[in-house]
């Protein structure tokens, strides 16, 4: 490219570095309005925290996560009588490290919340821009399904639907995102049939661009921001909702370590050895509020229009 | 003062041109209340032609149906009956080719997330520029030809003002290099001081690049400082349509007649006499029958007024639709 003109490769060069800049410089006016929300920003470091734990989980811990000896059942952890510096939040009643098993359930919690927030997004986004876009019996059609799903409580029907189709990690997918695209849904399709009033869309049109074009290419950047938004505080709550179903015994099955199915084995010993439950029930109420709480200072930093008033 | 070739073809032609938006009445008050859907005729039955190189006006009072219009001629909207012509060819979907729209509002017309770089490189690969060399250097002149500097080029939509936006929704319309453009009201939502500039760089471009535009202003000032021909719509029916002298000399129409009154004039001997209208414009779900203008019609001449619709006739140069010049 650089070759074929002196004046133009310059300029090409100049506009890539310029485009480097400006994310450069976005990136760190959003640091900037983060700093200024330390709340938010606690939240973000308490996720990152978790994430960095889950991705290096081997690295942190040595004990294996499903695997225990039942002569070291249910060693207190380190700072009370009994504990032992080799297992720093105890052993639960299969003698397994329970700080191993957090961080690998910390896997689990968060494979199935980003998955499930991913489908949900792909799924719902999709089908709430076609049918904001074009409206018609499509959307008809989609959104009086869409009003029939909110009409289930979430975790009743997620709870009926595992039940019907059996425990197990895709199955559970399955079962979050069947209901959870409703909400993506919604928001996209409110939101493209807002953009599409906005005479942008209109010169776009006029300049001979083709609708799936003016969705993507023309409207999808004004709305993305919110879709991330949502997806963060969605997060939390399928987290919640996957955890609740382990705890059934609907979701993630013993021995791989789930927070939800590790508080459900506690639970039997919950009065003469409390950590075993409380320990795992402890990250979920980290973690969650953490989540939410960092997707509530992303919505105020990217998006002022959905703050609740 | 008009620039069209006497004797040439026109470039754009409305044939009988007819715009209804269906209002469809809900469930609930179709089984409760008997209510029927309704229809908007916006543009209900408009013809005229637009020679090469000529400025044509066209305005009424909001609601009147002229930026229905306006977006029927860009291809915006499928018209629901008639036929618009390009150099006598009925239009299809390639029309964007010769026919570009600038916009009212300067703040919508913008996509807020894209640079101006992305906004005007959109229009020239659509024209066919797919060398991203040549689209730069494009880009660049376009931007200097109507007023920006270089240096806006990586700038987003809400750095600049309303007139430096209307300057941008310029050039992108001029990088399909049109040969008819439809200017909606493009100065309406600007600072008067800054209104008299974008109109300038208007004139400046139809020179330069043989453009002919479809103005719509409700600014009559405007409309007489810039147009050949004048058209004046109300209801979604033409009125009246004569030269801009003619017109606003002797208008014809008792609409038009209403219309220039309402113009301020400084000078008390210029003034005219003031006509007021009664009541609003009807609702075009429901015109009235016969003129659409009877209602408010202060020079009525008998029932045919409100029975049948007026034959469109030539007076004095002017085509008038009024029952007076029957």
């Known amino acids: 490219m650089s070759v074929t003109s002196p004046t133009g490769a310059p300029a090409i060069a100049g506009r890539r570095q310029a485009r480097l800049e400006l994310w450069q410089r976005n990136a760190r006016r959003f640091l900037a309005e983060l700093g200024r929300q330390p709340i938010a920003l606690l939240g973000g470091l308490v996720v990152l925290a978790f994430i960095l734990a889950a991705v290096f989980a081997p690295y942190i811990t040595a004990h294996d996560p499903e695997l225990g000896s039942l002569r070291q059942r249910l060693i207190p952890p380190v700072w009370q009588q009994g504990g032992a510096a080799e297992f720093p939040l105890g052993t639960d009643g299969q003698g397994r490290d329970l700080l191993t098993r957090i961080i690998y359930g910390a896997r689990i919690s968060l494979l199935v919340g980003f998955l499930t927030v991913a489908i949900s997004i792909i799924a719902g986004a999709g089908l709430g821009a076609v049918a904001g876009y074009y409206r018609g019996w499509l959307d008809t059609v989609l959104s009086r399904f869409a009003d029939l799903l909110m009409a289930f409580p979430f975790l009743i029907f997620a709870i009926a639907m595992m039940a019907f189709i059996g425990p197990g990690f895709a199955n559970l997918i399955l079962a979050l995102t069947f209901k959870g695209w409703v909400e993506f849904y919604r928001l996209v399709r409110g939101d493209i049939m807002s953009e599409k009033t906005r005479e942008y869309v209109e010169a776009a049109r006029a300049l001979g661009r083709s609708h799936p074009t003016i969705i993507v290419a023309e409207i999808l950047p004004n709305i993305v921001q919110s879709i991330f938004v949502v997806g963060t505080l969605r997060m939390g709550f399928f987290i919640v909702t996957e955890a609740s179903l382990s705890f059934l015994g609907l979701g993630i099955q013993p021995p791989t370590p789930a927070w939800g199915s590790m508080v459900a084995a506690g639970r039997d010993v919950m009065l003469t050895h409390w950590w075993v439950a409380t320990l795992p029930g402890l990250a979920i109420v980290l973690l969650v509020p953490a989540l939410n709480i960092f997707g509530e200072g992303l919505r105020d930093i990217l998006d002022p229009r959905l703050k609740v008033q | ?326």
């Open chain 2, 1 to 326: 003062m008009s620039r069209r070739a006497a004797n040439g073809a026109p470039l754009v032609e409305a044939r009988d041109v007819k715009k209804h938006f269906p209002v469809p009445a809900s469930l609930l008050g179709k089984l409760l209340a008997g209510q029927k859907d309704q229809l908007v005729k916006a543009v209900d039955g408009v013809s005229f032609k637009i020679w090469p190189g000529e400025t044509v006006g066209l305005v009424g009072e909001s609601g009147c149906g002229k930026t229905t219009l306006g977006r029927v001629l860009a291809r915006l909207y499928e018209p629901t009956a008639g036929e618009i012509l390009f150099r006598d060819w009925p239009v299809h979907s390639s029309f964007f080719r010769h026919t570009q729209i600038i916009f009212q509002n300067p703040y919508s017309s913008l996509n807020p997330r894209k640079t101006v770089r992305d906004i005007i490189g959109v229009a020239l690969r659509q024209r066919g520029l797919r060398d991203p060399q040549e689209r730069e250097a494009e880009t660049l002149r376009l931007l200097r030809r109507v007023g920006l500097s270089e240096r806006h080029v990586d700038a987003y939509p809400h750095q600049f003002s309303g007139g430096q936006r209307q300057r941008i929704g310029i050039a992108r319309a001029l990088a399909i290099q049109p040969q008819f453009v439809v200017a909606d009201e493009p100065v309406s939502a600007l600072d008067v001081s800054i209104q008299a500039q974008v109109i300038n760089l208007l004139q400046e471009l139809q020179e330069e690049f043989d453009l002919t535009y479809l103005f719509i202003a409700h600014d009559l000032s405007v409309i007489h400082h810039l147009s050949d021909r004048v058209v004046v719509m109300y209801l979604g029916h033409v009125m009246e349509e004569a030269e801009t002298e003619s017109l606003f000399a002797n208008p014809l129409h008792p609409y038009t007649q209403a219309l220039l009154a309402a113009i301020p004039v400084v000078d008390k001997e210029d003034r005219r006499e003031r006509i007021i209208l009664e009541g609003a414009v009807p609702s075009p779900i429901d015109p009235p029958s016969g003129c659409p203008f009877h209602t408010r019609c202060f020079a009525k001449k008998g029932p045919e007024c409100e029975q049948e619709y007026p034959p469109e006739v030539q007076v004095q140069g002017h085509r008038v639709a009024c029952w007076l010049y029957v």
